[in-house]
DNA sequence: CATGAACCCTCACGTGGCGTGAGAGGCAAG
DNA sequence: CTTGCCTCTCACGCCACGTGAGGGTTCATG
């Protein structure tokens, strides 16, 4: 039985409180391979395998589609102290939404007992929230039904507060160079605003879909005709949007003519 | 748009949070019909048809099927407060164990940063709680595969800690008064004693399962030949077991000859 | 009053995450 | 050697919707 090296199919099911089945399916699509096998084709399951095992069910329990759950745990750019960091997060905001449905129904418990009903629809609205700030109804009409867009979307449903404080920061110190080199006077089809400009094309890779030189250059462009956009970028410097347009345009140039 | 009266299946989606393709779904089902329609066979839902959502709603992020949640909601027996006092019930047992998660993955991070692992199984095994204390596992040897049994598991799955109190108040009630038959030397085939088993049957009816006279005349073999039954009995009262096997054949002889 | 945009309807097929056998082989104990 | 409990690989089934297709409704405009 090996007993200590590794465990069988039965014997992590009933650790992990799974069926035989959903391990067999883990295997199917890639998501939890056994480290080994015996000659007789037994699976059999490592530590290492556990302590994935533990990941895809709590990233399960948070309500991740399968194929996501593959994807956030093969990220080699991800630790695993981070990945229990995130982990943490997400279930705290679920804890916290938990509290708020229940709040919710002891509110109707005490309405209800005292003769006063709630009005459905504040009943409903506790589910309904979901507030995506109006911003990504404007964000949807412009790019919804694009592939780069969907990307963004299942990327981002998965960031962390911790992440989004890394990600505005990146954006930022992008942003303040990008502002010093034009303030500075230095040209936006030069070296320095170039490879500004492929900076942040490299970070909008990073962070929410790939950006293709192309959609980069869609972008530049977007900067200066949504006033959003260009208020965000000429509030910090005056004219900065148009320069932005600039250097995106002459990097994509550079790299694909 | 006759707006404030009822709405139509856009303005419910948005309400709840729910596509108007799951609202189509609740109503080929059977499990929310809008109240109304109108004469283009638009669909109109009702102050109560939200109500019914909501519950709807809850009922599913606890992991209920939704032919449960039918079931659950139809029971005309059940009030609307003793339903929010469920919901409450289950809403806190799963933020009990949510916490337990949390406090997992903590434990986990903190052992992490200090170099020190946690084993693989520490790890699973707050994932593989569900206890069921054993018993269930004779319960299933005996019984497991008839439909009696499944349909017990389905529904005592969703009783609350109310639910089991009232259940069991009920139980000690008829016991008592079987013992009071037993030891007053009223005939276990006597009305009195039939009557009294009759009562027992209707009980197991009302909250585990169809529990038919043959059913029932089985049951009654099993209590003095399972000693775990028996003694449950006899240690009330020594013999009570006998004496209710014979008044429940006595009643069901006396139902189906 | 017609024209368009935003709704709504009913089929009907597709999908994700397994459940549930069927049929066959592996392996330790008696 | 056989009995009992693993395990394996197909392969079909199910639930709770997603996702169009194809077509009617309603309402604010030109």
Redesign the pocket.
């Known amino acids: 039985?090996l007993e200590g090296m590794s465990l069988?199919?039965?014997?992590v099911s009933r650790l992990a409180g799974v069926?035989?089945?959903?391990l067999?399916?883990y295997d199917e699509i890639g998501l939890l391979c056994p480290g080994e096998r015996?000659?007789?084709?037994?699976?059999r399951y490592t530590d290492d395998d556990l302590v994935r095992l533990q990941q895809v069910l709590l990233y399960?329990e948070l309500g991740f589609?399968?194929?996501e759950i593959a994807v956030i745990l093969d990220d080699p750019q991800v630790d695993e102290v981070t990945q229990l960091r995130r982990q943490h997060e997400l279930l705290s905001r679920k804890s916290e939404r938990l509290r708020e449905v229940i709040a919710a129904v002891e509110r109707a418990i005490e309405a209800r007992s005292l003769g006063i009903a709630l009005t459905p629809r504040e009943r409903l609205e506790v589910f309904g929230r979901f507030r995506p700030e109006d911003h990504e109804a404007e964000v949807e009409r412009r790019w919804g039904g694009t592939d780069a867009y969907a990307e963004s979307r299942r990327r981002v449903a998965s960031y962390t507060k911790g992440d989004w404080v890394e990600l505005k920061a990146e954006a930022e110190a992008i942003g303040a160079e990008l502002a010093a080199a034009f303030t500075g006077g230095l040209p936006a089809g030069g070296v320095r605003a170039m490879d500004l400009a492929e900076r942040h094309r490299l970070h909008i890779c990073r962070w929410f879909y790939t950006c293709t030189y192309d959609i980069h250059r869609c972008l530049g462009e977007l900067y200066v005709s949504d006033p959003r956009f260009t208020a965000a970028y000429d509030e910090v410097t005056p004219g900065l949007a148009g320069y932005v347009r600039e250097a995106i345009a002459a990097n994509a140039d550079r790299h694909s003519p």
């Open positions: 039985m069988s199919v039965g014997q069926t035989v089945r959903t067999h399916h015996t000659a007789a084709g037994y699976r399960r589609p399968l194929e």
